[in-house]
């Protein structure tokens, strides 16, 4: 079924009459009786012509392609006699349905007759192979996978034109070069190119983000081996590309000349091998291994265009609502240079912009049913970074993810440094391993971070020391370039993860205690965190959203709490801050320690299992029962704040996750309901203790 962007679109071609079937096109492969097809990629030329890939959902080879012309052309194309028996013709519609025997690339024809795919096999080195395909652009490539009797063996491609298959057996033969898959055969007369198949998982947007240092690490790698004869690597041309999304999307044309006159200039000075069409996909982990794979498009130029090829297709990923990618992006640029790759910022940033601007119109081929909403947004992401000056990936990161950048005098272990955490140009979590067990660094990117490591060592000092069964970890030291602290890394399973299981109730009633134990310790920090700084956080989180009244709700039911008691506060507690060993329990991330109200923790955590129901059942009550027993753990060692007191904090504390919870795909739908259910009571909060009063 068409979407209003695609009928718009074909009611202003009118000289391609079957344009909006061929926009649909296994639709009208239904039509003609040939099964159940998907649309693999779509080129449009407009008033000239429309082609449209159509593959089995099998997986087979048995490829077709759906096509539409002007009437003249059609009328010329009809007369071809090899198309007369094979071709189904739609007339009154000036289109097409062609089955592999008569699509380009040619050298592909062969799998459509059993006997004439054996000698194709055969001569591929590839016989008695099963093949399935992977990836069809109709006139350019088709792709596939050869299974043996052990399982996937290859990746064979068949392309079309002598030039993009000595250029694709230049890359083939690159990428062996630089350690990835062996070049096993390549077949002139077939313009086929054999590859040994690749093992692990493609490298996705939402994979962890040592992933993408991992995949940064491998593209430096393979930017290192020699330069041989290829092609340089030609720059793209802005105009062209917004002359395409005003094709498809006349209301965006006067946006789209905007920003092409606004794109930083591009200068192809360096010359080393790139890969030329870099992005996430390209890459296939096997464990911490990363292998660059289609290296199609390889040639000489610079370094920063394959990482501005990537930057720009996580930037198209965000938009379709992958989250984090951000972080992602900087931690590939920092696996990158830490790996001794060299590119510019600037250099990146300009690239990122051409290459996103590209990416603009890619909803559109790829067939994505809001593709004109998509284009949109992708366009915005455009602004938004000619908007911004390029971003400086801290060389902070690259230098703490090198393998001698661990605790000074502990010796390195074998592997690269693995990135935990990251909040992009602020912070970040590094795990060494080392000979005398693992230690995680904390960077900071304005510089070393002098407070929380003497805070850390003071709560051992004074008590957190497991003495009680309750510690933070032992503090390994601190470097100042990079600027990162140490901490042991210490044993245990994350509260989180107990959640659900039989052992939650008593980790709960223990992690209360442990809450109960840190605020009876003297506190070892001057910071102090007021009820007013809580408010404070609450209205920026609102404040640019439909939910801005939640902050007012706050700000009434906040000032009638009396004052209280100052402890030692953790200030960021809920469960991903407790590690639970069957001795020990440890409490970690006290960066933000200050002396506060104790219901300030109490009500953070509480909301942060009131929001997990939310976001696993619906149901705000789901985890009531590990909730009381948090609080029968606290008891055990201190008294409790007033229940009024922690109700205001625990509504005040998830009031502030409609913000968080549009960092996060899955959580968003939780928003409405978290307003409402923080507006009902905070309000509810200050009719008791009115009623109270009176």
Known sequence: MLSPADEALAARDPALPGLSGVLDAPALAGRAGLGRMRMSYLLYKPSTSCVAGLVPEDGSPAVWVAATYRAERYAELRLRSEWAKRAVFLDGECSVLLPLPLIRPEGARALAWPGARSGLLAELGLSACDMRLLRFKPGRRVV????????????VKFHHGAAAFERARA???????????????????????????????????????????????????????????LPRCAPADPQMLGDAIGLLLPGLRQRASVAVARLPAIEMRSEIVIHGDFSVDQVVLDGREAALVDWDRVAVGPPARDLGSALAALDRDAVRGADGTDARGEALVAGYRAAGGQAEDAEIAAHRAVALLALTTEGFRARRPDWDHEAEEVLIRVEALLDTP???????????????????????????????????????????????????????????????????AGMRAAGLDGREGVAV????????????????????????????GAKAADAMRRTGRALAVLHATAPQSDRRWTLDDELAVLRRAVADGPHGDLADCAAECLSSLPPAPEVGLHRDFYFDQVIVDDVMLWL??????????????????????????????????L????????????????????????????????????????????????????????RTQLARNMYTRRRAVV
């Open 144 to 155: 596939l996978r050869a299974d043996g009797p052990e399982g996937p063996r290859a990746v």
């Open 171 to 229: 890359g083939a033969v690159h990428c062996e070069a630089a350690g990835g898959a062996r070049l096993l055969s390549a077949c002139p007369a077939r313009h086929a190119v054999v590859v040994g198949w690749t093992p692990g998982t493609t490298l996705e947007a939402d994979a962890p983000l040592d992933a993408f240092v991992c995949a940064g690490r491998a593209l430096a790698r393979a930017h290192r081996v020699s330069p041989r004869s």
């Open 390 to 456: 390029p971003a400086r990936v801290t060389a902070n990161l690259a230098g703490a993810l090198k393998r001698n950048a661990g605790p000074p005098g502990r010796p390195a272990g074998p592997g690269d440094p693995v990135l935990l955490r990251l909040k992009p140009g602020r912070r970040a979590l590094i795990r060494h391993d080392g000979p005398n067990g693992a230690t995680l660094g904390k960077l900071r990117a304005k510089g070393p971070d002098r407070t929380a490591p003497r805070v850390q």
């Open 473 to 500: 970890p032992p503090v390994l030291g601190t470097r100042d370039v990079p600027p990162v602290w140490f901490q042991a890394e210490v044993p245990g399973t994350p509260l989180g993860a107990l959640i659900g």
């Open 588 to 621: 970690v991330d006290l960066d933000l320690h200050a002396r506060g109200d104790a219901a300030v923790d109490i009500g953070n955590f509480l909301a942060h299992l009131t929001e997990l129901g939310l976001r696993h059942a619906a149901e705000p009550a």
């Open 623 to 678: 985890y009531r029962d590990l909730s009381a027993a948090f609080l029968e753990g606290y008891v055990q060692c201190n008294a409790l704040p007033c229940e009024g007191r922690i109700d205001a904090l625990h509504w005040v504390s998830l009031a502030r996750h409609v913000s968080i919870a549009r960092r996060f795909a899955e959580r968003r739908g939780t928003i409405p309901v978290i307003a409402e259910l923080c």
